[in-house]
């Protein structure tokens, strides 16, 4: 079996505990306004066009096969619809201005890779975590993968946006050691307009979670003007306090990083840029979840 791998980042800290590899499947449903990682929006591989790399040698032009893939301007942003993702423009490219990011891998070539870091797992109490995009997208890939690793040894956990089809997910949720899962908005006509789904399948999934026994952390990313007001925190506190009471929240302050592949991808027009929160905003809002009752947790 094969799927799309958008990238597998080794030694990562901020991903669960100990030393872990994080495997980032390519896809998601949501479209959030400040998501960081575009190019896990589609199940497919893409090429990206960095504007500060360009020269306009114009090499990448001479190379590609296909009509229209390639703009005539600098910096020769790529069309997707036209793109046969051939590597032509990224292998003649002298100052990488082109590259690809993700591609296909099978589930042997991704364990046999991951597991060259096993002894770090076992030293650290590290293992896999399983990101995106959301990682259940590759519904029978992901299930695949987990079970794999499962079955040599491995911690897992998951980083989710909670929206997938319950049924699809649950066996592989039962494997997990450890859950990351986003509850971004309470409101679900915001959730919609900002994520472009509503939240119904989310706080439903998230209320399945309960009956497993696995570890939850509650991941609020936290976006100025979009939901860091009290009520939609405070609302969310005691959401996971009623529902989940075992789990902890860890608050996310909106960050920018992912920005600069919007330009990449040609996806400028896509991109909203929003405020990150103070360290006393975030403080503040520490300290009303707290006061709902709920453990506030921190991985970075």
């Known amino acids: 079996m094969t799927g799309v791998v958008s990238q597998i980042q080794d030694f990562s800290v901020h991903d669960g505990d100990g030393i ?21 929006w589609g199940i497919k591989p893409v090429v990206a066009s960095h504007a500060s790399r360009c020269t306009d040698c114009g090499r990448c032009l001479q190379v590609c096969p296909a009509e229209g893939a390639l703009d005539l301007v600098m910096p020769h942003h790529v069309n997707p619809a036209q793109c046969t993702l051939c590597g032509k423009c990224v292998a003649v490219c002298p100052s990488a201005a082109k590259t690809r990011m993700g591609g296909e891998m099978s589930v042997s070539e991704v364990v046999g890779k991951v597991m060259r870091n096993n002894i770090f797992f076992q030293a650290s109490g590290g293992g896999v975590t399983f990101s995106g995009g959301e990682a259940t997208f590759q519904a029978d890939y992901f299930n695949r993968l987990v079970r794999e690793f499962y079955d040599l040894g491995v911690h897992l956990a998951l980083e989710t946006s909670g929206f997938f089809e319950w049924d699809e997910a649950a066996e592989s949720l039962m494997l997990m050691d450890h859950i990351f899962y986003d509850l971004k908005l309470m409101d679900s006509e915001k959730h919609l307009e900002m994520t472009g789904q509503d939240n119904g399948r989310i706080l439903e999934n998230f209320r399945r979670l309960a009956s497993l026994g696995v570890d939850v952390v509650v991941r609020i990313p936290v976006i100025s003007g979009v939901n860091e007001d009290e009520a939609n925190i405070e609302a969310t506190a005691l959401f996971v306090s009623e529902v989940l009471p075992r789990a902890a929240v860890e608050l996310l302050p909106y960050h920018a990083y992912g920005n600069y592949k919007y330009e990449a991808l040609n996806l400028g027009a896509r991109l909203y840029v929003y405020e990150t929160p103070s360290e006393a905003r975030m403080e503040a809002l520490r300290a009303l979840v707290e006061k709902c009752g709920v453990k506030v947790v921190s991985y970075k």
């Open 20 to 40: 872990r590899t994080t495997i980032f499947l390519s896809g998601c449903p949501l479209r959030c306004r400040w998501c960081s990682n575009p190019e896990t």
